[in-house]
């Protein structure tokens, strides 16, 4: 029966994660929502530099080993009993043991501790004391004993915890990544967790280029390449940022006037305007008079009332453009996350109406469609989920004749306020995807690559290609492999003939 070894203060419920080899080690347990959060949680520790110097004499980097629960009944010592549910259902025989603090220096070990300098093998050859150390009854004789523990599951032990602080750390360091639908609200929280990434990325670059001689060129050079774009993008952010920052904090007044006005004549009284003009039949498009009026009092009592509470905030608006000013200084990526939010903010209004146009008018497309089964002797098989052929009485035929002529009256009415907010919505949207396009230049533009591609396109390489050359006085070709030069994307082979 295989053996799991389990960490006696681990008592919480979750996802295990550790090692399967030599033997199964429980490390720890991660609390997530799912299988695949866990996964990104572990995933970490590969950027960790704490880590990198543990992962080979651990055999290699921890995975998730599945579930666990606890039981109500305790075991010897206070103990709760672990109920595993692996990837791959065994049964199992428990072990506890524990997991030691750095800071406490305890450790485990298979070899017997010599506290004494003078009490290594090599120092006791040729000296006096070699004969009086075999007959020595305090040490241990390893000799006599036999165990399936190697020094791979010790170190296992011993990093446990190391491990686990590592996790902490870069769940505690992240926690953004674990909202994604706070960064789906704002552009801010978006631009944080991505300006978190940077700083992860420095943290574990930083010690990887230190070590120029113990690792790749290659990889180095790649490396080399990412750390000093990074910076420079950064670099240039704050660089434009200050500057973007110093005119918003110097014109806080005028701005905050005028975008007072561009919000109260293009996004409130414009809307009411054309919400007036469509339900006074315009260009001889009769509507329905009473859904049309029902439609334009009510969007445009929304739109006052929004437009209301955007008056009270008007006052603060100085204040709130000399804040972002200031905030600015950390970027010019951080004024454009704030401007993303404040045109959601703005056009709110509009994403409302949107949502309560386009419900209506899909549930208009899905009762059309119903109506088209009607008409045609069918109707859906929820159980099946199909359309099967079915037989309607007259009474059901003549109910759905009135349906159907109710909706051919009305669809139109819903279809123009449905396209108006429609268009409008596709308009905030254009501007926030001109302003995400430029946030993504900012943070992932390739600046260093292309100041490389220019001094000396050599640091990046893009694959070979073969170079026939044929040399003066020969008949021969010369081959010669040259590097091909790196176009941002990978390059193929090329064979090509040039004439000295």
Not at 142 to 155: E, H
Not at 391 to 406: A, H, K, R, S, V
Request: with cysteine.
């Amino acid at each position: 029966m295989p053996t799991i070894f389990w960490p006696t203060d681990v008592k919480q419920p979750g996802f295990c994660y550790g090692w399967t080899a030599p033997a199964i080690c429980v490390a720890g347990v991660i609390k997530a929502d799912s299988d695949g959060d866990a996964e990104v949680v572990l995933q970490a520790l590969h950027h960790s530099v704490q880590w990198r110097f543990l992962a080979t004499s651990c055999g290699g980097d921890p995975i998730i080993l599945g579930t666990c629960e606890f039981m109500e009944r305790k075991a010897g010592r206070g103990l709760s009993l672990p109920v595993l549910k692996l990837r791959t259902p065994i049964d199992y025989t428990l072990i506890y043991y524990y997991r030691h603090q750095s800071s406490t220096l305890r450790f485990y070990t298979l070899d017997d501790l010599r506290l004494d300098a003078t009490n290594r093998p090599d120092a006791l050859e040729g000296s006096a004391y070699l004969p009086s150390s075999q007959h020595d009854f305090t040490a241990p004789n390893t000799a006599q004993f036999t165990s399936s523990i190697d020094d791979v599951v010790i170190n296992q032990f011993n990093s446990a915890m190391t491990l686990e602080q590592v996790l902490q750390v870069n769940i505690q360091y992240r926690p953004i990544a674990q909202l994604p639908f706070v960064q789906a609200l704002s552009s801010i929280v978006q631009q944080i967790d991505v300006r978190a990434e940077q700083m992860d990325f420095f943290a574990a670059e930083v010690g990887t280029l230190h070590r120029r001689m113990s690792t790749p060129m290659y990889i180095y050079s790649a490396r080399y390449t990412n750390f000093f774009n990074t910076v420079w993008l950064i670099l240039n952010d704050i660089t434009m940022g200050v500057t973007l920052g110093s005119f918003i904090c110097e014109n806080n007044v005028v701005l905050s006037r005028m975008l007072i006005q561009t919000v109260e004549g293009s996004l409130i009284d414009w809307v009411q305007w054309v919400l007036r003009w469509l339900d006074s039949w315009p260009a001889g498009l009769k509507l329905n008079t009473e859904l049309s009026r029902f439609y334009s009092h009510t969007f445009i009592g929304l739109i006052t009332l929004w437009g209301g509470l955007l008056n009270h905030g008007a006052p603060y608006l100085p204040m709130i453009i000399y804040v972002i000013g200031t905030l600015s200084c950390g970027g010019v990526t951080v004024a454009i996350s704030l401007f993303l939010d404040m045109i959601a903010l703005f056009t709110a209004h509009i994403y409302v109406c949107y949502v309560i146009s386009g419900a209506v008018y899909q549930r208009m497309l899905k009762t059309a469609g119903s109506l088209w089964n009607l008409f045609r002797g069918k109707r859906y098989n929820v159980l099946r989920n199909r359309t099967d052929s079915w037989e309607y009485d007259i009474d059901q035929l003549l109910f759905g004749t009135i349906l159907f002529t109710l909706l051919a009256f009305l669809f139109p009415t819903v279809l123009a306020y449905y396209a108006l907010f429609a268009v409008m919505r596709l308009c905030v949207l254009l501007l926030q995807a001109s302003l995400e396009t430029l946030l993504a230049f900012m943070n992932h533009f390739p600046l260093f690559a292309l100041m490389l591609r220019v001094k000396d396109p050599w640091r990046l390489p893009g694959g070979i290609y073969f170079d026939f050359q044929e040399l003066s006085g020969s008949s021969d070709p010369l081959l010669v492999i040259k590097a091909g030069v790196h176009a941002f994307k990978s390059s193929s082979y090329k064979i090509q003939r040039n004439d000295v």
